[in-house]
């Protein structure tokens, strides 16, 4: 019996998976198994100091194109210059595949564009930088991206990374989680994997995944933290599936790890969102099987003895 306990009451690795619908999403992005964006247009402004005479010279074109049409610029013009791309007006599809160091923050002020606004951070002293093109033009530091929503063409964006959902609201612009669920799953002891703990998130909340420390029996396997930062890597998925409803739809999850959500919720601190051993013992399917097979012997026994009394 005691031997059963302690296999409940030890850290295991946790893997998440979050739904939620949000004004805010950040993502420092990570290469490696990342997928490429499909977009069916977009307006990229690059900062005036991140422009060669040539590529201004393009999206000043661009940019008097759309004067001449009636629309107007998008971009600051004092400090970005404009380009337009359309995938109508393109011979190849408008594709676009993020590399690492790039810190998205994706924002929706209205129901006409996501809005990602684009940091560059400088890489590790021992690696190269790995700039990204879209249809030719590079994404610098400062750049923005307008991709136009509609009914009926809505963007899918997949993306890699260190993942922070929603601003807590100290300010009036705050852009919030409006609505959301999480679900975290464990290792059980016979390697499989099932939910131990669901919830629901708060209008104003804040979610990020992150490393916990490596129990002791983990290290002797071996089984490192990893180096680049104390946050883990996630899935991202992000889509616009309902247009009239403010927010877009964001599905974030994690492999196995030692890890954490940490759930910062209005006028709080970040608080780990912990897992007891009781959900654990209580969300496992073999003691769920184990006791309904014992509840069926009871009731047998019960039914036997009422009817065979001694």
Known sequence: MSLIFLLYIVERKQSFAVSAITEHLRVETVSEGADDWSLVAAHICIPKSATTQESAAESDADSSDGEQ???????????????????????EELTLRWTDDYALEIRQFDKDFL????TRNPPPEDEDPQPVFFQRHEIPDGAIIYIPLSEEESPRLALRGYMSLG????????????????????????????????????????????????????????????????????????????????????????????????????????????????????????????????????????????????
């Open 69 to 91: 049409q009636g629309k107007k610029p998008l971009c600051e013009t004092a400090y970005f210059d404009q380009t337009t791309f359309n995938i109508e007006d393109e011979d």
């Open 115 to 118: 809005y990602i606004y684009i």
């Open 167 to 310: 601003e807590t609201p100290v300010r009036s612009d705050a852009m919030v989680v409006r609505e959301g669920q999480y679900e975290i799953r464990q290792d059980s002891w016979r390697q499989s994997k099932h939910v131990v703990a669901t919830g629901e998130l708060f209008p104003g909340d804040k979610i990020t995944f992150e490393q916990e420390t490596v129990p002791f029996w983990a290290r002797l396997q071996k089984q490192a933290k990893a180096e680049r930062s104390d946050k883990i890597v996630s899935r991202v998925f992000v889509s616009d599936l309902v247009p009239r409803v403010a927010g877009f739809n964001v599905v974030a999850t994690t492999d196995p790890q030692f890890s954490s959500i940490y759930l910062t919720r209005v006028g709080g601190q970040p608080t780990r969102v912990p897992v007891s051993w009781g959900q654990r013992l209580t969300t496992d399917p073999l003691i769920a099987g184990i006791v309904t097979i014992l509840g069926l012997m009871a009731t047998v026994l019960a039914l036997r003895n009422s009817f065979f009394p001694r």
